[in-house]
């Protein structure tokens, strides 16, 4: 019980510092695109996504702590282990960049209207918060978990010529890709989020501007669902043979888990798909932000059965 509630856990966490990295750059593109169309709307949607993804933030790096902390006061001694190949300097930088992206992102969402005549350095905030958030912490905690899973690796330090050795490896490159995509997807779904809780002075102005971000938020979440499903296959196969054999057959709740996340993630396909060709109603919309929600949690406890 205590490790299905850790891994549900972990699926927001998850969540949160996806929003946290890929939200920035879906807010600068929203922000611009309103710019190119004469379209308040988007503008507004991305300030309102900005500030989803500093809150984003907040919780992932909470959460984040917390559970290290949880672990470790737990006697998790695979997790100290793993902790403890890592130079402490390196632990000093993580905690550095967190303070950077953290104050881009804050930076770029508190000085949205005073920057409004210096779009470009403004952009540059958002950019520059989202792109460090999602080059270092997957590539960062996927190497350490790859490296633990192989015994020839698992009592080496975490050295800066181990690291870019496993940078490039196929495993840890297939499974950032992957976060990279449930990143953009989450980001899609806040922005179908913010359409939903649009408020406007009359029903027909709010029915308008809703279905024009949730139409825009479908198609964002609905690219990388897309693109996530040969990375899907790619992780898959660059999963030790052990792993693999777990989800697909060698443990049954594992191999259940994973088809009804495979199921549900056709069905999400489908239903980001209607929204994006129009066919939207508020309904539809709350149940694909739902069934995104779903996968995730589903895909954790995959991921956390594989062993």
Not at 188 to 205: D, F, M, N, S
Request: hydrophobic residues 55%; charged residues 15%.
């Amino acid at each position: 019980m205590f490790d299905a509630l850790l891994s549900q856990i972990l699926a927001v966490h998850l969540m949160a510092v996806n929003l946290a990295s890929a939200g920035p750059l879906v807010a600068v593109w929203l922000e611009w695109r309103g710019s190119r169309t004469g379209q308040d709307l988007l503008s507004a949607a991305g300030r309102t996504l900005a500030r989803l993804a500093l809150l984003g933030l907040v919780i992932g790096v909470t959460l984040g702590v917390g559970m290290l902390l949880i672990a470790w006061g737990g006697g998790d001694e695979q997790l100290r282990s793993m902790l403890e190949t890592v130079p402490a300097m390196r632990w000093w930088y993580v905690g550095g960049e967190i303070l950077f992206s953290g104050g881009c992102l804050f930076a770029y969402w508190w000085y949205w209207d005073r920057l409004a005549g210096r779009r470009v350095w403004h952009r540059v905030l958002g950019i520059v918060a989202g792109t460090n958030l999602l080059y270092h912490f997957p590539l960062l905690f996927t190497a350490l978990s790859v490296k633990m899973s192989r015994f020839q690796l698992r009592d080496l330090e975490l050295d800066r010529q181990l690291y870019k050795t496993l940078m490039f490896d196929p495993e840890v490159f297939s499974r950032v890709m992957h976060h990279w995509l449930a990143a953009f997807a989450v980001a899609g779904a806040a922005v179908i989020a913010i359409g939903l809780r649009l408020k406007r002075p009359t029903p027909e102005e709010r029915e308008a501007d809703s279905t024009r971000l949730i139409g825009t938020g479908s198609r964002i979440a609905l690219l990388a669902t897309v693109t996530q499903l040969p990375v899907g296959v790619w992780v898959l196969l660059q999963t030790p043979t052990a792993s693999r054999e777990n989800v697909l057959g060698g443990d049954s709740v594992t191999t259940v888990l994973f088809g009804v996340s495979i199921l549900l993630a056709l069905s999400l396909l489908q239903s980001l798909f209607n929204l994006a060709m129009g066919e939207i109603t508020r309904g539809a919309a709350y149940r694909t932000i739902v069934q995104l929600v779903v996968v995730i949690c589903l895909m954790t406890a995959v991921l956390g059965r594989m062993g």
